[in-house]
């Protein structure tokens, strides 16, 4: 069992698990938890199985998986994931397609600024060879959609926001 407090409100929460295997193909890791209501302080006990489940791999041997077991938008999940989630607000740990969690790498625009943008454009020397665009001047113009991009979707993070404070 695994205990750790809430850095900012001192709550206390812990974790356990056990691996079940019943057969090669029934395998499961039963998870016990207690999550501790920041706001109102009550205690949430949770006891959920999750599956797992082997694939082959091609050199011999296995690689095993969780499957995530929770139900978004009244549909089972299922998908065989190396990770899981626990999603802000929930009570279930969960896979990121779940959480509509995404890597960090996927969201370039958020890194890159107009200097950067700028610094890029005055190190260009060529933007076209032979008819098509250099890779510097392809580089450019990726990063400048992603600001754009970036733009686009802060505003509409923000307008979702206000919608749902309404």
């Known amino acids: 069992m695994i205990r750790w407090t809430s850095g900012w409100n001192d709550t206390e929460n812990s974790i356990g698990y056990e691996v079940s295997v019943l057969s090669n193909k029934e395998m499961c890791m039963k998870v016990r938890y207690t999550l501790t209501d920041s706001w109102s302080g009550k205690k949430h006990q949770i ?10 791999c091609n050199f011999g041997g296995k690689r ?3 499957e995530c077991s ?5 549909r089972y999940c299922g998908r065989r994931v190396a990770k899981l989630y626990l999603g802000s607000g929930s009570q279930y740990f969960a896979c990121r397609h779940c959480y509509n969690l995404t890597y960090r790498s996927r969201i370039d625009g ?17 933007w076209y060879y032979r008819g098509k665009p250099t890779r ?3 580089r450019y113009l990726r990063m400048d959609q992603s600001i754009d991009n ?10 979702n926001l206000n919608n749902e404070s309404k």
């Open 47 to 56: 006891d959920h199985k999750y599956p797992i489940v082997s694939t082959s």
């Open 64 to 66: 095993y998986w969780f």
């Open 70 to 74: 929770v139900f978004k938008n009244g």
């Open 110 to 126: 958020w890194t890159y600024s107009l200097r950067d943008l700028e610094e890029l454009e005055e190190k260009i020397k060529r």
């Open 136 to 138: 510097k001047h392809m």
């Open 150 to 159: 970036s733009w686009i979707r802060a505003f509409t993070r923000i307008k």
